[in-house]
């Protein structure tokens, strides 16, 4: 029959353990038209719902579904679609994706990967959004743009993209050249973007090398990048073994082909569980292979008295665009090589580590430190009433060293920058004076003094000293809190005198290089990092992609009497000099000329200490790119000259 008809039929449940069916129909489909449907309800003749025999519901008016409810599919995509007309969400509440709790009207939560991805071409042609757990906003193209940006009350954006940057003509003998600090054995991150090449080279093409020469790469001890001939678009990070011709190979194939044209931040990773690489933040495995009599481990000496971009030899060049170059004193784990790629460098390995390499709270009495003649030590409330446990020096001699001492082998032999924080209460019975509190590094004959003069009694004070760098020798450092650092010599004229110390720590500074390819104008490329290695480029073979007509130079004297600080290797002959600032916690008395002992920038002035002082400037250019600063102290001095290009 074609038809049944249904009219106030009624059923009763009254078994638990039966599945009932109020309707239920089973077809015999033998032969019958697509459209033929299970059910069809009318009203007036008019269709308000039905389902066809494939199961497909079909509503006139819409659903409406009390309480929560969940519609879903085992298998398969779930797909709505309206035909040519528009589908429209009206909530009341919010739409979530990923949660089940949206605080917004569209609220998409991935926790590890972009949120969102508008596409013009599938698969090739995008770019994504996605909520860092910064609360920065990235958004990286597959065209290789990426821009990080922070908003800050609602009112402006800070941006950071990948824009200027230093060109190479691929042709002329041209590089960037940076004198650093060895990288030695420690655990390092190397970290280069730029724009990859879009054809494969008919020789290598260098683009970062760090080693003891500054002309090849084939020295022992060293690392290079560089895309190579052996296979086809490939880029390769090379380790020299202590004899140059053993060599430890790491080959990625296919990079030109998936980056050629676009810009790309390849970072590798080295750490006592060999070399990890990323590009653009991507984990990627290369092919190892090894030459000579005994290839090096990953983990093997890297003597970098140099850092080089743009080419690894005078004739392996590169013929492209490098935006910026860092090295970390550190590991960097997979996430914080996504930041990487995304952000640049965070402030925290600009200016100091992630991690402190010691800290003593005195959680354990004296946590292993001892007391040198003259004073007693013990551990102690915190005189600040505070629960804290602390490190009590008492002076039992009116002569002696007065100082406590504890051997720390955590930072041996790794030839890198540090500084030592502490916490210091000088009790109020003592009488300070000009008496002066200390801090001393030892290694050799190798030392550090940081000195408070008059400190500060009845209060907890902080202390950083300096950042100082570590000789690499094999001895294992020691480090001291000391009364009258200078002279070892009595605190005060009585025996009572009591100091405690809190909270010591020893900090590995962050990055050891990291280079501003934006500069846009000059010579010079400053280091970010507190290391403060500024770099120069070649005048000849390298063009700024983004030119500026101004510029900065930075430099550091620490010399008494002469000291060049700039040539026409960093100084353009056609500079105009705008403006010369200086900073010093001394007090020597300056002057600035274009030769030595000369005064033809800036004549003899007293510098105050721990101000940033401008100098007036009596003649705006050097004439011949060359300047030097004359000291009557050997005072640390930080120098910024700020210049513009004269007209051609």
């Given amino acids: 029959m074609a038809n049944v008809q249904l009219d106030s039929l009624t059923d009763t449940w009254n078994n638990g353990a039966t599945t009932f069916n109020a309707v239920k129909m089973n077809v015999t489909d033998t032969a019958s038209a697509a459209a033929s449907k299970l059910i069809d309800l009318q009203v007036g003749g008019n269709t308000k719902a039905n389902v066809t025999k494939a199961g497909l519901l079909t509503l006139a008016s819409g659903v409406t579904l009390t309480g929560a409810n ?20 009206t909530p009341t509440s919010n739409v979530g994706i990923g949660t089940t709790g949206p605080d917004r009207k569209l609220d998409v939560l991935d926790a590890s990967n972009p949120q969102l991805r508008l596409t013009q071409a599938d698969g090739t042609a995008y770019a994504e959004f996605q909520a860092l757990s910064t609360g920065h906003l990235s958004c990286v193209t597959s065209g290789g743009n990426r821009i990080t940006s922070t908003v800050t009350n609602d009112t402006s954006v800070l941006a950071r993209q990948v824009q200027g940057g230093l060109a190479f003509d691929g042709v002329t003998n041209a590089k960037g050249l940076f004198t650093i600090a060895d990288v030695a054995t420690s655990d390092v991150t190397t970290s280069v973007t730029f724009l990859c090449p879009s054809s494969n080279p008919s020789s290598p093409q260098g683009v970062l090398y760090l ?3 500054s002309t090849t790469y084939s020295s022992a001890r060293s690392l290079a990048v560089y895309f190579g001939t052996l296979t ?19 080959t990625y194939s296919g990079i030109i082909a998936s980056f050629g044209g676009k810009v790309v931040t390849a970072t590798f990773v080295r750490s006592s569980s060999g070399m990890t690489t990323y590009f653009n933040g991507v984990l990627t495995t290369g092919t190892e292979t090894n030459s000579g009599g005994s290839a090096p481990a990953w983990t ?12 690894i030899t005078s004739a392996y060049l590169f013929p492209s665009t490098i935006f910026s170059a860092t090295l970390f004193n550190r590991a960097l784990s997979a996430a914080e090589v996504v930041t990487l790629a995304n952000q640049g460098v965070q402030e925290a390995d600009k200016w100091g580590s992630l991690t402190a390499k010691y800290t003593s709270n005195f959680s354990a009495t004296t946590d292993g430190w001892s007391g040198a003649s003259g004073v007693t030590i013990s551990s102690a409330a915190d005189p600040a009433a505070g629960p804290t446990n602390v490190y009590k020096s008492v002076a039992t001699a009116t002569t002696g060293a007065h100082k406590s001492n504890k051997v720390v082998s955590t930072f041996a032999s790794t030839r890198k920058r540090f500084k030592i924080s502490y916490e210091y209460w000088i009790d109020t019975t003592s009488n300070p004076n000009t008496k002066r509190l200390g801090v001393w590094v030892l290694g050799n004959s190798y030392l550090i003094q940081n000195n408070v003069t008059s400190p500060t009694s009845g209060a907890w004070t902080s202390v950083t000293t300096p950042e100082f760098t570590t000789d690499g020798s094999s001895t294992v450092y020691t480090y001291l ?6 002279s070892n010599d009595t605190f005060t004229a009585t025996t009572s005198d009591i100091v405690y110390f809190r909270n010591i720590t020893i900090t590995q500074i962050g990055s050891i290089l990291d280079a501003d390819l934006s500069a846009g104008v000059g010579y010079q490329v400053p280091d970010r990092s507190s290391n403060k290695y500024h770099g120069v480029v070649s005048a000849t073979g390298t063009s700024w992609t983004l030119a500026n007509r101004r510029g900065q130079l930075r430099a550091t004297t620490d010399t ?12 353009p002959t056609n500079a105009i000099i705008t403006s010369i600032i200086g900073y010093t916690t001394g007090t020597p008395t300056i002057k600035i000329g274009n030769v030595s002992a000369g005064s033809q920038l800036v004549a003899s002035v007293a510098m105050s200490a721990s101000t940033y002082q401008s100098f007036t400037v009596a003649a705006t250019t050097s004439t011949t790119g060359n300047v030097w600063v004359n000291s009557s102290t050997a005072d640390t001095i930080n120098w910024t000259i700020t210049y513009m290009i004269a007209d051609p």
Avoid at 300 to 311: F, N, R
Avoid at 560 to 571: E, P
């Fill in 70 to 89: 969940t519609i879903q599919t085992t298998t398969g995509a779930l797909t709505i679609a309206s035909g040519s007309s528009n589908i429209i969400l």
């Fill in 211 to 213: 080693g003891s020469s």
């Fill in 232 to 250: 086809a678009g490939s880029l390769s990070i090379e380790l020299r073994g202590a004899t140059a011709s053993d060599t430890r190979t790491l």
């Fill in 300 to 311: 093997d000496t890297i003597t970098s008295t140099y850092a080089v971009l743009g080419q």
């Fill in 481 to 486: 809190l000391q009364l009258d650092a200078s």
């Fill in 560 to 571: 008494l009497g002469d000291k060049q600080i700039f040539s026409q290797v960093s100084l």
